[in-house]
């Protein structure tokens, strides 16, 4: 069966972004591929820019999520438009809640973790990247 992998682009902060989504969701980096691993003839990188990242991906459980800075030439990612939501199914009450907190330190909190008419635990924030992610824990009876 096929896999979903998220993919976020960044606007030059891509590293601080995963370290920080490293921190919540634990994990470890299954890629890292900077600017100045592809530097060569006719594909120069400014100096200031060989840091940033092309591609990179951390492991979390089954699933992978992976980014990227978008280089300038490519034009500048929209921080403000709605980019999609990354959605988590949390095991329990208890991860539902440490991953909501982890994610909404810094951003907003479109949604607080709440019971939802659906019957799941379900919130939805923006993080401090603009990235929106929904939380769900289903009680499976």
Known sequence: MASIQPHINFNGNAEEAFLFYQSV???E???IIRFKDLAGTGFEIARKKKNKLMNIALSIGDNVLIGNDVPQFM???SEE???SKIA???ESRAEADHIFLGLSAGGSV???MADSPWGSYFGML???YGIEWTITFENKI
């Open 25 to 27: 969701f634990g994990g």
């Open 81 to 83: 438009e709605n980019r």
């Open 29 to 31: 980096f299954s890629k």
């Open 88 to 90: 988590i199914f949390a």
């Open 126 to 128: 923006r993080d401090k």
């Open 110 to 112: 479109e949604v607080p």
């Open 75 to 77: 034009g500048r990612v």
